[in-house]
């Protein structure tokens, strides 16, 4: 969160400075293309998305909106799918899911995975093949469990011995073949972007601990009930990771117990998962690894403990979300009012209103997450003014991009496109002061189609009973 007293290199001394990653840049009416979605481009300073005019689409759907661009979104997918062809590639629908969506991930080669029923809804609702469904979550119920074993997913990751009790209770006696399970572990590596910390003990509420002995104990006792199928281990280090270095260390880990299991279990087991948290790039900072040689490298990682080990090496699945989704799609918002402010020591800094805010894009405000932005919707020759975005909450913390070079001429209707919104955007979006959530609108070759419509007021006022009284 922002502190009340913005004190720092922000005004050091008197001029509002840039963070020191963020360039003045020689004409703000260029894109980055690493931000962007593959199609997107800047025509006479308007910006197009799939093929089709951002003012054009607004005149359509209004903003704020999410523009998905669906040629990018297949093309990540299936860039996954080929550069980890040796793996089986489960999109982690907590990104972001719709049904259009799920459709896209089957139809693409990639399984999906979801982590709670309401998930599981839009995937079965999708017509996904439930064979290729992962159910993961750390609170799975008894109800949502024999939902799960009914509709048949393939594969529940467990995360309790509770879970393991309800599911060896719901498979007991139970006619056809057994319930396919992972054992979620805590290999002891936490990573966040370029940065990875690897400790004896994960104070966190993920897993069964490997060094405490509980992944060997849900091992054990998972692979004596006749009703489930013991398929492997599972480890998620984090997400927005940008190297292999920390898959590597938990890895290792996780192998050893691999090992462990198969020489005091008694069980071979036949996979491995290493989850997800490739990184992508929100802004310059970022430096995003190529898929095809992060898969080399984790291959050649578990090659290499499985012959230091001499266990066969296990199909391997990883579960990428927001390098997948994330790169796609962008935020349309409409500029509402633009506002200097006066910082203590003199700086001035500009304060740019949009129409949406926290309820649309709460990371910046819950993980001080950075973002970029352009002008959308004309060409400025005005010079770049450094900005900041906010939204239209009541809050001071609804800030949607903390610093920005925006032109110096922007002005109420003016439109502005933030990228890489498309993981945890949409599904992270409230009804905060009773905003409504904006569609999600895919583009394609010029053509534009709804995934998610905007909400209502009836939508917004559906649960109220006493709207309905
Ligand atoms: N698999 C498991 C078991 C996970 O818990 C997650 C993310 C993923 C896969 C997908 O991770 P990805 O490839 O998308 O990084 N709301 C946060 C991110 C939370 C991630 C939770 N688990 C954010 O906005 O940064």
């Not at 001394?13 to 481009?41: F, S």
């Not at 799975?140 to 009914?150: D, F, G, I, N």
């Not at 006749?226 to 290792?252: K, M, N, T």
């Not at 991009?401 to 439109?415: H, I, T």
Request: aromatic content about 6%; hydrophobic content about 40%.
């Amino acid at each position: 969160m922002p502190t009340s007293h913005p004190s720092g290199w922000a005004h050091a001394d008197g001029a509002l400075k840039a963070p020191p990653w963020l360039r003045q840049p020689g004409d703000p009416n260029h894109l980055v293309p690493l931000l962007w979605p593959l199609t997107a481009e800047k025509v006479d300073g308007v910006l197009h998305v799939g093929g089709a005019a951002v003012p054009d689409v607004v005149a359509e759907v209004n903003t704020p909106a999410y523009l998905l661009d669906e040629d990018d979104f297949r093309t990540r997918a299936r860039t996954f799918r080929d550069a980890f062809a040796d793996f089986d590639v489960y999109y982690a629908g907590k990104a972001f899911l719709c049904t259009t969506l799920a459709g896209w991930v089957q139809e693409e080669g990639l399984f999906l995975d979801v982590c709670t029923d309401g998930e599981l809804s839009v995937a079965l609702r999708a017509g996904v093949d439930p064979a290729r469904i992962g159910f993961h979550g750390n609170n799975k119920s008894y109800a949502e469990l024999r939902r799960a074993v009914a509709a048949g997913v393939g594969r529940i990751i467990v995360d309790s011995f509770h879970e393991v009790d309800r599911l060896v209770q719901i498979t007991e006696g139970r006619a056809g073949e057994p319930v396919a399970v992972m054992v979620r572990v805590t290999a002891g590596v936490e990573a966040h972007t370029h940065e990875y910390i690897a400790t004896a003990h994960e104070d966190q509420k993920f897993g069964f601990s490997i060094t405490g002995g509980d992944a060997l104990e849900a091992v054990r006792r998972i692979s004596a009930a006749p009703g489930l199928d013991l398929r492997g281990l599972h480890s998620h280090i984090g997400s927005q990771i940008f190297d292999s270095s920390g898959f590597e260390v938990a890895a290792r880990r996780v192998l050893a117990l691999h090992a462990q299991v198969a020489e005091e279990v008694g069980t071979a087991m036949p996979e491995l998962d290493l989850g997800g948290g490739f990184g992508i790039a929100y802004t310059t900072q970022d430096d995003p690894a190529d898929p095809a040689q992060l898969a080399t490298e984790m291959a050649k990682i578990v090659d290499h403990e499985c012959r230091a080990l001499g266990v066969e090496r296990p199909r391997l699945s990883i579960e990428p979300g927001r390098a997948i989704v994330g790169p796609s799609m962008c935020t349309v918002y409409t500029v509402g009012t633009v506002k200097e402010v006066e910082l203590d020591g003199g700086a001035r800094r500009t304060y740019v209103s949009v129409d949406g805010g926290m309820s649309d894009n709460i990371r910046t405000a819950l993980y001080d997450a950075d973002y970029s932005c352009t002008l959308a919707s004309r060409h400025s020759d005005a010079p770049p003014v450094l900005s900041r975005v906010v939204g239209k909450h009541c809050e001071a913390g609804d800030i949607v991009v903390k610093d920005e070079f925006l032109p110096g001429d922007l002005a109420p209707g003016d439109l502005l496109a933030v990228p890489g919104t498309g993981a945890y955007c949409w599904s992270m979006a409230s009804n905060y002061n009773h905003l409504l959530r904006p569609p999600v609108v895919a583009v394609r070759e010029g053509e534009v189609r709804v995934l998610v419509r905007r909400e209502t007021e009836d939508d917004l006022l559906a649960t109220d009973m006493g709207a309905h009284a």
